[in-house]
């Protein structure tokens, strides 16, 4: 079930990403990485590479990318986010480390997405960092209502 839960909030965050984010032209924004953000700092590892998983597959069947190179991008930052997080950082919740890890994993989904599209362009990485900053928020009070409802603890920062 709980699984289940995670996949239908991913899959929201999806569609509020390309059905009401994109027509206004807030492209750069990827809410699913958030999610992962969030996920990488206050839930476990089974948890973590579960929505890395799911949302690295969701974004690679809805985006024109050759298949798996977004899913592999989500696994991999997941997998340097914790072990960042678990082993040089303190388990400590703040804004620095949440506002650090958000621009650390924008800068990596970039870095990604620019060696399969071959667009290098740091104006896109400022963009993309922006709005993914401007969206940290919102996303982040979803996280926490969606674990409020899964009745688990998410320590607020």
């Known amino acids: 079930m709980r ?3 995670i996949f239908f909030s991913i899959l929201l965050l999806l569609l509020i990403q390309d059905s009401i984010l994109q027509p206004f032209r807030i492209e750069p924004v ?3 990485l958030l999610f ?3 996920t990488v700092l206050f839930s476990e590892f089974d948890e973590g590479l579960l929505v890395a998983l799911v949302g690295g597959l969701l974004l690679d069947f809805v985006s024109g990318v050759t298949d798996g190179v977004i899913a592999l991008s989500m696994v991999l930052i997941f997998l340097i ?3 960042i997080l678990n082993s040089l950082i303190a388990r400590e919740s703040n ?5 650090s890890s ?3 994993a924008s800068l990596l989904f970039w870095t990604a997405q620019s060696f399969v599209l071959n667009d290098w362009r740091l104006l896109n990485l400022a963009w993309f960092t922006g709005f993914n900053l401007l969206f940290t928020y919102p996303v982040l009070k979803y996280y926490s209502w969606i674990h409020s409802r899964l009745k688990t603890k998410v320590t607020a920062v």
């Open 3 to 5: 699984n289940l839960v």
């Open 81 to 83: 986010g914790h072990f």
């Open 102 to 104: 958000v621009a650390t």
């Open 36 to 38: 992962l953000v969030f």
């Open 95 to 99: 804004r620095i480390i949440l506002v």
């Open 30 to 32: 990827n809410l699913v």
